[in-house]
């Protein structure tokens, strides 16, 4: 959400503009609390709020939580169990499943971060650039359904579309490319092209998909020519 003391101006922005719905994918449960009176009521707009969301440890979001303790504006308190839940097996997210549930998300966020490079789990060079393993995403998609909380899952790569499809989450956001030439490593446009086979299946299965193509508008040359390619 937009800046705690500028939530009236925005949820004024968003009626001007004819948005009246909003899903908050990923927030801080007390800045949930901070906003909530000025939603979800007539003369404004309806939010729902996922909280935290489950990543590996060092996965992303953790890098944003640095970001803004360096800045001084959070603390330690507020990365994993708060604006994230990082989990690198089952059993983790076991142990902090009541935990998580007590916070009352209204739907589930999951990270996905080119799940096919299994290098980046163990490196620190990829802080911020890796997500949840297949197993791990797998756990938390089954206990959120089993909590009727619906799951959206968050993508890099051609490869996570796959593994959300399987792993049986509701929605992804992102398609894949709306970071292709950001990552530490390079790519190549075919790490970001869905197969016919898990398009099909999205389909079939009335997979809601998100798409976040903004960060290709300031591409230029072969960079610009590569992600339109990409997503015709």
């Not at 009236?8 to 449960?29: M, S």
């Not at 944003?64 to 360096?70: A, E, F, G, K, S």
């Not at 299994?118 to 909590?147: C, D, M």
Request: proline residues 4%.
């Amino acid at each position: 959400m937009e800046p705690l003391n500028d939530i009236q101006k925005l949820v004024a922005t968003y009626l001007e503009h004819g948005i009246f719905y909003v899903k908050d994918p990923d927030n801080l449960p007390r800045d949930r609390a901070a906003v909530l009176s000025a939603l979800n009521r007539p003369d404004s707009i309806d939010v729902i709020f996922s909280n935290g969301g489950w990543t590996s440890p060092g996965g992303h979001p953790a890098e944003i939580v640095r970001r803004n303790v360096d800045r001084g504006r959070w603390t330690q308190s507020d990365g994993d169990g708060a604006f994230y839940w990082a989990a690198a097996t089952p059993a983790d997210v076991a142990n902090k499943w009541s935990a998580y549930l007590a916070q009352q998300p209204q739907f589930t966020k999951a990270y996905l971060l080119f799940v096919d490079d299994s290098k980046r789990q163990a490196s620190n060079r990829y802080f911020g650039w890796k997500g949840l393993t297949p197993e791990v995403l797998r756990a938390i998609v089954e206990r959120a359904h089993q909590a009727h909380l619906t799951v959206s899952s968050h993508i890099e790569s051609a490869a996570d579309f796959q593994d959300a499809l399987v792993a049986g989450v509701d929605e992804i956001n992102h398609m894949p490319g709306f970071r292709m030439f950001a990552d530490i490593d390079s790519h190549s446009s075919s790490d970001f092209e869905l197969s016919e086979a898990d398009a099909e299946l999205a389909h079939r299965r009335g997979i809601v998909v998100v798409t976040t193509l903004v960060s290709a508008t300031g591409l230029k040359g072969s960079n610009r020519t590569d992600q339109d390619a990409t997503n015709r």
